[in-house]
């Protein structure tokens, strides 16, 4: 690989994390898996990081949960972003453009770190908020007024080329 290349930068939400063990979802977690092992494999290719927001997402997680995804991301090269006010304004823009109602600010949150830190992709399992084309477009649409880069919101089959039928 050219050292010169940037390395595709992929912002993981909480969703993704925590499908690494998710019994009632075997094929997600195959998937899941497979996509860590991808991305370990292939550290030349990619970045990964995560936000405060997936942090203290994780530390809310149930003890046996925690220790698992705290191993994982041990074993697992990734960046902790900073907490970041910029996230905070631009995802209380994403709720004036009626990307998602106040009530998912969250979730708006998670794709401001994203934009904001030039992420080329989200990596989510969240279909019901992240993953559809309407939520891609508006919160594109809301970067484009603001002078911020257009978003990626993909699940991990993506980057795996790993399609599990449920």
Request: charged share 25%; glycine share 2%; proline share 5%.
């Amino acid at each position: 690989m050219n050292n010169n290349k940037r390395k595709t930068r992929l912002y993981l939400d909480t969703s993704v994390i925590s499908m690494i063990d998710a019994p009632v979802a075997p094929d997600k977690e195959a998937i899941t898996k497979e996509f860590f092992r991808q991305v370990v494999e292939r550290q030349d290719e990619f970045e990964l990081l995560l936000s405060p927001i997936v942090d203290g997402e994780l530390q809310n997680a149930p003890p046996d949960k925690r220790a698992l995804v705290a191993a994982l991301l041990e074993s697992i090269p990734h960046t902790l972003l900073p907490e970041r006010k910029e996230a905070v304004e631009l995802a209380n823009r994403y709720v004036d453009g009626n990307v998602l109602g106040r009530r998912h600010i969250k979730d708006l949150t998670h794709i401001a770190y994203a934009v904001i830190s030039r992420c080329d992709y989200i990596i989510s399992w969240n279909m019901k908020h992240f993953v559809r084309i309407q939520t891609i477009s508006r919160v594109n649409a809301v970067n484009f007024e603001n002078h911020y880069p257009t978003i990626m919101i993909v699940t991990p089959e993506f980057i795996t080329g790993e399609i599990h039928n449920a």
